[in-house]
């Protein structure tokens, strides 16, 4: 059983590791800077920032979406017609933006 959990670790990661960060930052643009601010950090206080988030946080997140296990009106709409490839290209446009944190 380990070595199944292992292996779909592996091929989940695989699958990340080829993502294009810029068809990412294109999508982004069309679907999720409305909510989300064009750089991942939203200006509505109910909407997360996307910035900075871990890639493979993203992925399962927008997976959850896509088949409705994680429910949202608005995301389950925007995540639908999302493809693996979409989905993964646009969780490393996200994680790929830095963020600095300071202290008051």
């Known amino acids: 059983m380990h070595n199944i959990m292992l292996g779909a670790l592996l091929l989940a990661w695989a699958g990340v590791a080829q993502a294009d960060a810029a068809a990412g930052k294109q999508r982004a643009a069309m679907a999720c800077a409305v909510c989300h601010g064009p750089q991942g950090l939203s200006l ?6 996307l910035a900075g988030q871990p ?6 997140q927008l997976r959850n979406y896509r088949s409705g296990k994680r429910q949202h009106e608005v995301m389950g709409v925007i995540a639908k017609p999302l493809s693996d490839r979409d ?11 830095q963020l600095s944190v300071q202290e008051p």
């Open 87 to 97: 989905i993964e290209d646009l969780a490393q446009w996200y994680a790929s933006l």
């Open 44 to 49: 509505q206080p109910n909407v997360p920032h």
């Open 55 to 60: 890639e493979i946080y993203l992925v399962e």
